[in-house]
């Protein structure tokens, strides 16, 4: 008697054990990083997503969603957006790639200076209409994309400067505007104090 309630807690405690791994492998959730990640980048916190995806990437490199997060926050923020291109070329090349593909990757391509094959994939894009601004947004890129193209053909020398403190600042400043006289200079700034008295780093 005693024999058979040993060998039936036996059978119970190995029963469960198997039903926990069981589980655990089917119904476990993803890793909390990833998760925080893809986050992120639905809030459009392109920076933090950036933060939080990066050092998962060499444990990861076959997933998919990951070096999509990764390509799309570089795109969405000041990184080098050139580095994009390879995870967007892999993601593509996988079943069922995300909706806004073509327009991330005919950015990543704009970015690498190869206008022809972005203007394919933005038109691919204003065909579908997807939510990210459709027709008019895609018209816009092809129209940037036909515009790098006249100009690399026609190269005019140029050269920036730096303005100085009272200008620049440590935060990213660009898209300046001048009246015709240039005493007006008005510019787009993500310094500290323009966005209700803090650093913002998301826009």
Request: contains cysteine; hydrophobic residues 35%.
């Amino acid at each position: 008697m005693k024999r058979g309630i040993v060998i039936f807690f036996i059978f119970i405690s190995i029963h469960q054990l198997y039903s926990q791994k069981h589980y655990a492998q089917v119904y476990s959730p993803a890793p909390i990083e990833e998760s925080a990640a893809k986050k992120l980048l639905n809030v459009k916190m392109y920076y933090e997503a950036l933060r939080v995806v990066t050092p998962l990437l060499p444990k990861n490199s076959t997933s998919a969603e990951l070096q999509y997060i990764y390509a799309v926050s570089l795109l969405e923020t000041s990184g080098n957006k050139q580095d994009a291109l390879a995870p967007l070329e892999y993601v593509n090349s996988q079943p069922n790639p995300p909706s806004e593909i073509e327009y991330y990757l005919g950015l990543a391509l704009m970015h690498n200076h190869k206008f022809d094959e972005a203007i394919k994939q933005f038109k691919k894009y204003k065909e579908r209409g997807s939510y990210l601004g459709g027709f008019k947004d895609a018209e816009k890129k092809i129209f940037w994309c036909e515009n790098a193209k006249e100009m690399i053909q026609n190269e005019v020398e140029v050269s920036f400067e730096n303005l100085g403190e009272d200008i620049n600042s440590i935060g990213e400043d660009y898209h300046p505007v001048c009246n015709p006289d240039e005493t007006l200079i008005l510019f787009t700034s993500r310094r500290e104090g323009t966005t209700g008295g803090y650093y913002c780093l998301d826009g």
